[in-house]
């Protein structure tokens, strides 16, 4: 939903495209939604890993796209060896409370970009330029707002970054354990991963045969203290699905899209190949704090759920 605020907040029209099996933007569905006004993608790396990011990137390469990546669930996944965020004009990261790494509030953006770097370090501090160390005598590049981290905040999150390797390795190996128990239930398929040797793994997400077999499992999981199971089809976080305040664009101030001639009606968005996947996603959070016996005990929990519904 941030993703989607983003892209109001400058002015500019969101095109929602379909997502695969990924569970991100998809290149097909990129082409599809391409229009002669198009002049960004936004791909989000959902839940700790990728989307095919080398064919988008080639995809906006032949078209004259700028990318942008949203790594915010993604901090410390790779795809062959290069970070998610580093393949597009622009990343961003969050380092919110849920995310894998934090420092309370603040994220981050990255780019290559000399003149990209400059507007975001302006934007983010009311348009000033930040040249020479007189704030007053600052020349004011544009009109900006206030995203500026703290540095109490800052110091936490240098801290939080020096713990990264450690918290994916430990990530990587619960999420091994769950995994290779869960392949051999019938019925349990998993989210494609485009490079798994780069999965940030602070999800397991698979999918169960239909939507009402997924919603049985997110209960039968709870039930038996597997918590911490999102079905994001009816989870109002981050599917579109049921986003009734951005289809009737409710907003606190006037949107600038409001007023564009050719700002679609969002209330009759449609994605039926994405419904159809994230009917039948769950993703299951991994966390870094289990014991052996915990994930043991859930390794164990999980299996017996699914077997029973899948
Ligand atoms: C995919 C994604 N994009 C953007 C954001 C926004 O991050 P922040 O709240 O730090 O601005 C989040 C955080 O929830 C996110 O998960």
Known sequence: VAT?????????????????????????????????????????????????IDELKAFCDKNGLILIEDACQSVGASYQGKALGAFGKAGCFSFDPVKTITCGEGGAVVTDDAAVYAAAHAFADHGHDHIGNDRGAEDHLMIGANYRISELNAAVGLAQLRKLDGILETQRRNKAALKDAMQAIPG??????????????????????????????????????????????????????????????????????????????????????????IGRAISMQIKLGWTTEQLAQRVAATVSALKAVA
């Open 4 to 52: 989607v605020e983003a892209v109001l907040m400058a002015g500019a029209i969101p095109v929602f495209a379909e997502i695969d099996e990924t569970l991100c933007l998809s290149p097909e569905g990129v082409a599809a939604a391409l229009t002669p006004t198009t002049r960004a993608v936004l791909p989000v790396h959902m839940c700790g890993a990728m989307a095919r």
């Open 188 to 277: 349990v398929t998993f989210r494609q991963l485009p490079d798994a040797a780069g999965d940030s793994a602070t999800f397991l997400t698979f999918f169960i045969p239909d939507v009402e077999k997924a919603r049985q499992a997110v209960k039968s999981l709870a039930a038996a203290g597997v918590d911490g199971c999102f079905h994001w089809f009816d989870n109002n976080w981050h599917y579109i699905r049921k986003w009734d305040h951005f289809r009737e664009l409710k907003a606190a101030a006037r949107l600038a899209v409001q007023t564009l001639p050719d700002c679609p009606d969002f209330r009759s968005v449609q994605l039926p190949q994405s419904d159809a996947l």
